[in-house]
Nanobody, 128 residues
Framework: QVQLVESGGGLVQAGGSLRLSCAAS????????MGWFRQAPGKEREFVTA????????SYADSVKGRFTISRDSAKNTVYLQMNSLKPEDTAVYYC?????????????????????WGQGTQVTVSS
């Protein structure tokens, strides 16, 4: 059982930076791949980035590669999303997700339906 609590969203200017945090509880965190997805109003959920349980493997959507960085701190049971050079098209609700069943890795961590725990979401708004 994993509970995810997100924080760090807000309003920033284009070109600015923001760091999102996702604090996880539950003994399965260390064995769970962690991902970030985002969803804009009227749009489907979109993969952003993910990290393997040990932190050695990361994956990024092409749209954020080079700008966003995912990391995890096993001691704090927390995963982070550092977002730099933000663009208006990054505006969305950002969700933290955990896969405790080892399914997401099979498809490169990109499918939202292969994560079994989700945070409440945090709004990120980037003004032009």
């Amino acid at each position: 059982q994993v509970q995810l609590v997100e924080s760090g969203g807000g309003l920033v200017q284009a070109g600015g930076s923001l760091r999102l945090s996702c604090a996880a509880s539950g003994r399965t965190f260390s064995r769970s791949a962690m991902g970030w997805f985002r969803q804009a109003p009227g749009k489907e959920r979109e993969f952003v980035t993910a990290i393997s349980p040990g932190g050695g493997i990361t994956s990024y959507a092409d749209s954020v590669k080079g700008r966003f960085t995912i990391s995890r701190d096993s001691a704090k049971n927390t995963v982070y999303l550092q977002m730099n050079s933000l663009k208006p098209e990054d505006t969305a609700v950002y969700y933290c997700a955990a896969d405790s069943l080892g399914r997401a890795v099979v498809t490169g961590y990109k499918r939202w339906d292969q994560y079994n725990y989700w945070g409440q979401g945090t709004q990120v708004t980037v003004s032009s």
